[in-house]
């Protein structure tokens, strides 16, 4: 690949289009499957407590992601604020679960784009939006002013994966690289974790939408790099709240074998699951043996392409402000050898 994909659609004149679309959804916002109709071009708060201004938390170059994200001078992040679920574990609740504070943090679409191209010129290998979902056409009028200033490098889609399937249709093109997290197995883990309602069905028909784009290859560059691709996170929960193998045995039968994924061993209590007796299940970190349990899921189902963090360690990795370059993750087939 010469270029990230949106710069055929800029040069084009779809990508202007599409922003246009896409912000057509803030008047009465379905741009998740909230659905909660308020009008965000009017700065209505949405169920997210978000109006009509994206709201950046941080931005910075990061080595905390899968190696293929971030090579030598790491992924180019873009915290946003606020999110569209209410995850009682949440590593990110200072950000995500605080909309009073991160109000403060509103920015124009012309300083968004802004922090892209400094990311850019700092050498980052991509631009990795971390809970993009509920400022979907705001990212996208980003890239756009970006674009035409120059950007492009490629753009990552970190998500939680509760997305609109007519959002991402229009994503289609713009998004290089979609990173969901695949949370849950079932609805009430969902309901009951993340507060929202559907998840299960929602998080699947978004991922199909996503592999319809991509398809099952990961391209990577000369360097190495990720350029396009699917690459679906799994992470590893106290008592198989997330039902793991549930999951991957989704991918392989619904999706394809050769889907990339990225088994995650970081989970911590933190947030309500540290304090609130209601979640006892999440309490506690995971034991060697949950994660042996699901490695051998992993093994069981036949997947042979992704990344899996180390056990040891992994817990405090995936922070905001985490810089250390020595990544624990590892390539899948690295645990085959």
């Given at each position: 690949?010469?270029?990230?994909?949106?710069?055929?659609?800029?040069?084009?004149?779809?990508?202007?289009a599409?922003?246009?679309?896409?912000?057509?959804?803030?008047?009465?916002?379905?741009?998740?499957?909230?659905?909660?109709?308020?009008?965000?071009?009017?700065?209505?708060l949405?169920?997210?407590y978000?109006?009509?201004?994206?709201?950046?938390?941080?931005?910075?170059?990061?080595?905390?992601?899968?190696?293929?994200?971030?090579g030598?001078?790491?992924a180019?992040?873009?915290?946003?604020?606020?999110?569209?679920?209410?995850?009682?574990?949440?590593?990110?609740?200072?950000?995500s679960?605080t909309?009073?504070?991160?109000?403060?943090?509103?920015?124009?679409?012309?300083?968004?784009?802004?922090?892209m191209?400094?990311l850019?010129?700092?050498?980052?290998h991509?631009?990795?939006?971390?809970?993009?979902?509920?400022?979907?056409?705001?990212?996208?009028?980003?890239?756009?002013?970006?674009?035409?200033?120059?950007?492009?490098?490629?753009?990552?889609y970190?998500?939680?994966?509760y997305?609109?399937?007519?959002?991402?249709?229009?994503?289609?093109?713009?998004?290089?690289?979609y990173?969901?997290d695949?949370?849950?197995?079932?609805?009430?883990?969902?309901?009951?974790y993340?507060?929202?309602?559907?998840?299960?069905?929602c998080?699947r028909?978004?991922?199909a939408e996503?592999y319809?784009?991509?398809?099952?290859?990961?391209?990577?560059?000369?360097?190495?790099?990720?350029k396009?691709?699917?690459v679906?996170?799994?992470?590893v929960?106290?008592?198989?709240?997330?039902?793991?193998?549930?999951?991957?045995?989704?991918?392989?039968?619904?999706?394809?074998?050769?889907?990339?994924?990225s088994?995650?061993?970081?989970?911590?209590?933190?947030?309500?699951?540290?304090?609130?007796?209601?979640?006892?299940?999440l309490?506690?970190?995971?034991?060697?043996?949950?994660?042996?349990?699901?490695?051998?899921?992993?093994?069981?189902?036949?997947?042979?392409?992704?990344?899996?963090q180390e056990?040891d360690?992994a817990a405090?990795?995936?922070?905001?402000?985490?810089?250390?370059?020595?990544?624990?993750?590892?390539?899948?087939?690295?645990?085959?050898?």
């Amino acid at each position: 690949m010469k270029h990230a994909a949106y710069i055929s659609l800029l040069r084009s004149g779809e990508l202007e289009a599409r922003v246009e679309r896409l912000e057509a959804l803030l008047e009465r916002c379905t741009v998740c499957p909230r659905d909660c109709l308020n009008n965000r071009l009017k700065n209505e708060l949405a169920a997210c407590y978000s109006g009509h201004l994206p709201i950046v938390s941080s931005y910075t170059p990061h080595f905390g992601e899968e190696p293929a994200l971030v090579g030598t001078r790491g992924a180019g992040n873009i915290f946003f604020g606020n999110c569209n679920l209410r995850c009682v574990y949440c590593q990110n609740y200072q950000i995500s679960q605080t909309h009073k504070e991160q109000i403060k943090n509103e920015v124009t679409h012309e300083r968004l784009a802004a922090m892209m191209l400094k990311l850019a010129s700092q050498g980052c290998h991509n631009i990795n939006f971390v809970s993009p979902t509920h400022f979907a056409p705001q990212m996208a009028r980003g890239i756009l002013i970006a674009a035409r200033q120059g950007l492009r490098i490629p753009i990552v889609y970190n998500t939680n994966a509760y997305d609109s399937v007519e959002v991402l249709r229009l994503l289609d093109g713009i998004v290089d690289v979609y990173l969901p997290d695949l949370k849950y197995a079932e609805d009430e883990a969902g309901y009951l974790y993340s507060k929202v309602k559907g998840y299960k069905e929602c998080s699947r028909q978004a991922i199909a939408e996503m592999y319809r784009q991509t398809g099952d290859e990961l391209v990577l560059g000369e360097d190495g790099l990720l350029k396009r691709g699917l690459v679906i996170r799994l992470l590893v929960l106290p008592n198989d709240i997330g039902g793991v193998r549930e999951s991957l045995e989704w991918i392989r039968d619904t999706l394809s074998p050769r889907v990339a994924v990225s088994l995650m061993a970081q989970y911590y209590p933190t947030n309500q699951a540290a304090t609130n007796p209601r979640y006892i299940l999440l309490s506690r970190r995971i034991t060697e043996s949950e994660w042996l349990r699901a490695v051998s899921a992993l093994e069981e189902v036949g997947k042979e392409a992704g990344w899996m963090q180390e056990f040891d360690g992994a817990a405090y990795y995936y922070r905001p402000d985490f810089t250390n370059p020595d990544t624990p993750f590892k390539d899948i087939r690295d645990f085959r050898a």
